[in-house]
């Protein structure tokens, strides 16, 4: 099974600040990534697929990039309500896999 | 505006089997390429994908747990289920059923169930 692997693993900020999170896969796996964020006690929330296309509803501060076994998400203004988990997911080949996660702290 | 809703026991006995169903309203389980997951989340962990089944029936499951897992599908009822078999404590988890589309994520997914394996 492929491996994802998400950098840092927790990380503090404040609002306004600009985050970064990584995620790196064992294999390529082209383009075919999604994020996710999901709150304590709720189901994730879909952000970015297709690694850098942006769901419908989400705030444009949300982004991502890369293809091939790298890839980033970035917020570009933290807001209050943006404190979460963030999780990749690659659904390029069977088994579909998760990274950790990398809790964003205040 | 499609959701989903899972449903089932929140506890079951070590060596028995869990089920759990998950409703789709305001579209349909038949409707275009989109796939029908089951993802869990153990107490304090990541998300582990179960495996899915598109609306002929063609299933894929994660190997870690193949040998007991079947997820199937009824049109009719505008469901599709989980069963894993033989559960343990480590079957102890956040239950989410979810649609997606192949290369393009998991986009909708129910509220969450939790399944506690004890006697």
């Known amino acids: 099974a492929i491996q994802m692997t998400q950098s840092p693993s927790s990380l503090s900020a404040s609002v306004g600040d600009r985050v970064t999170i990584t995620c790196r896969a064992s294999q390529g796996i082209r383009s075919d990534l999604a994020w996710y964020q999901q709150k304590p006690g709720k189901a994730p929330k879909l952000l970015i697929y297709?690694?850098?296309s942006l769901q419908s509803g989400v705030p444009s501060r949300f982004s991502g990039s890369g293809s091939g076994a790298d890839f980033t998400l970035t917020i570009s203004s933290l807001q209050p309500e943006d404190f979460a988990t963030y999780y990749c997911?690659?659904?390029?080949?069977?088994?579909?896999?998760f990274g950790q996660g990398t809790k964003l702290e205040i | 505006q499609v959701q989903l809703q899972e449903s089932g026991p929140g506890l079951v006995k070590p060596s028995e089997t869990l089920s759990l169903i998950c409703t789709v309203s305001g579209g349909s389980v038949s409707s275009g390429s989109y796939h029908w997951s089951w993802i869990r989340q153990p107490p304090g962990k990541g998300l582990e994908w179960i495996g899915y089944?598109?609306?002929?029936?063609?299933?894929n499951y994660n190997p870690s747990l193949k040998s007991r897992v079947t997820i199937s599908i009824d049109t009719s009822k505008n469901q599709f289920s989980l069963k894993v078999s033989s559960v343990t404590a480590a079957d102890t988890a956040v239950y989410y059923c979810?649609?997606?589309?192949?290369?393009?994520?998991?986009?909708?997914w129910g509220q969450g169930t939790t399944v506690t394996v004890s006697s």
């Open positions: 979810a649609r997606g589309l192949h290369f393009w994520g998991m986009d909708v």
């Open positions: 997911l690659q659904d390029y080949i069977y088994p579909f896999t």
């Open positions: 297709a690694a850098s």
């Open positions: 089944i598109y609306h002929s029936g063609s299933t």
